[in-house]
């Protein structure tokens, strides 16, 4: 006599009344044996009468090392980008750093020159503006030489008209009394 | 020197396709196909959330656990897909309606099966729900170990007790209601 598997009229059974039930996270959590305490019944009893999600949480089971190896491997090939990424930034800020630094001594050099040429353009300037200051000073100096000859001249007429007339005057009296 | 963009990309385009092919294999192996789903399809749809995940957020750590979610959800999509169109009437007459989830059974066979299927619902409310669980997990296909978890038993070893007590006394009520000799 041929026996029946049981199995098999089971899942058939459930197959025809089975409706999906389950969130993701519990098929998930149910492969991963991490089921909350407080939902284990109802998702061992939606699993129970359920095959699709019953051979989809044993599929999950399965699939759990190839999942793993794939997070390690995505990681791996993302901490390699990253790792050249950084190294490409570190090659353009060392670079920079080089570029900086002829930058710096060139613009110190340029800051320099037009000092130069700033105190070079100022004196030049004072220059062609002192000509015409230095005929006001001989101007003046001759104002005050023409007064001090003024003076002169007023202080020697003075003593000349001083001695003149005194010593004309003496000779006057002089002569007079005697 | 030049930006390795594109052989970051290939790298990880590899990485899904290899993931992608297993998934559709694993579909085929647990027979999720009779479930009105395209292998094909889910694991192009799961290579498409991964890449779209991973673009989102490229900082953001990528773990297994969100790669088996990635694949819960993707399936679980599908499933529902196929259950609203088994569920919508079909406009021809020689599609076998109610056959999606199953392997197509031959119409002499339809008759005994439908009344061992009642004799099982019987005799399975007959039993306890303690030991109910573990053997409708055990029917379903689930180990031992899977069992304990999934039911909260102690151990695989408690777990292994209970399922096979149940099943004993199952068969022979079975028996006892004239359904005939079942094997597991």
Redesign the interface.
């Known amino acids: 006599?041929n026996?029946?598997?049981?199995?098999d009229?089971?899942?058939?059974?459930?197959?025809?009344r089975?409706?999906?039930t389950?969130?993701?996270?519990d098929?998930?959590a149910?492969?991963?044996?991490s089921?909350q305490?407080d939902r284990?019944?109802a998702?061992?009893?939606a699993?129970?009468?359920s095959?699709?999600?019953?051979?989809?949480?044993?599929?999950?089971?399965?699939?759990?090392s190839?999942?793993?190896a794939?997070?390690a491997?995505?990681?791996r090939?993302?901490r390699?980008?990253a790792h050249?990424r950084h190294q490409?930034d570190a090659g353009r800020v060392a670079a920079g750093r080089r570029f900086g630094g002829t930058a710096r001594w060139a613009a110190a050099l340029a800051a320099c020159l037009v000092a130069v040429v700033g105190v070079w353009t100022q004196r030049h300037l004072q220059m062609s503006h002192s000509a015409p200051q230095s005929t006001h000073v001989v101007a003046r100096s001759d104002v005050i030489f023409s007064t001090r000859d003024t003076i002169f001249d007023s202080g020697m007429d003075k003593s000349k008209h001083a001695a003149r007339s005194d010593n004309d005057h003496l000779f006057r009296g002089s002569f007079s009394d005697g | 020197?030049a930006?390795?963009?594109d052989i970051?990309h290939a790298?990880?385009e590899a990485?899904?396709r290899t993931?992608g092919a297993?998934?559709q294999a694993?579909?085929l192996?647990?027979?999720?196909d009779k479930?009105g789903i395209d292998p094909a399809d889910v694991a192009q749809e799961v290579r498409i959330r991964l890449w779209r995940a991973?673009e989102r957020d490229?900082s953001g750590?990528?773990?297994?656990?969100?790669?088996?979610?990635v694949?819960?959800?993707t399936?679980?999509d599908a499933?529902?897909r196929a259950?609203v169109r088994a569920a919508e009437p079909l406009p021809d007459e020689d599609e076998e309606p109610?056959s999606v989830?199953?392997m197509p059974?031959e119409p002499d066979r339809r008759a005994g099966?439908v009344e061992?299927?009642q004799g099982?619902?019987r005799c399975l409310a007959e039993i306890p729900e303690r030991r109910r669980?573990p053997i409708?997990?055990?029917?379903?296909?689930?180990a031992l170990q899977?069992i304990a978890?999934?039911?909260?038993i102690p151990s695989a070893e408690a777990a292994r007790k209970l399922v096979s007590r149940g099943?004993e006394e199952?068969?022979v009520r079975l028996r006892e209601l004239g359904y005939?000799?079942?094997?597991?």
């Open positions: 006599m026996k029946t598997n049981l199995s009229l089971y899942r058939r059974l459930t197959a025809n089975a409706t999906l389950l969130a993701a996270d098929l998930a149910a492969a991963d044996g089921l305490a284990r019944e998702v061992a009893e699993l129970a009468a095959p699709a999600e019953a051979r989809l949480v044993r599929m999950l089971r399965e699939l759990k190839e999942s793993e794939l997070a491997n995505v990681a090939t993302e390699h980008t050249r490409r | 020197m930006i390795p963009v970051v790298r990880l990485l899904f993931y297993k998934v694993l579909l192996t647990y027979s999720l479930h991973l490229r750590a990528f773990h297994a656990s969100y790669i088996q979610r694949v819960a959800s399936v679980i499933l529902r259950e109610g989830g199953e059974i099966d061992q299927m099982l619902a669980l409708t997990l055990h029917l379903q296909g689930f899977e978890d999934l039911a909260g099943l199952l068969k005939g000799e079942f094997d597991e």
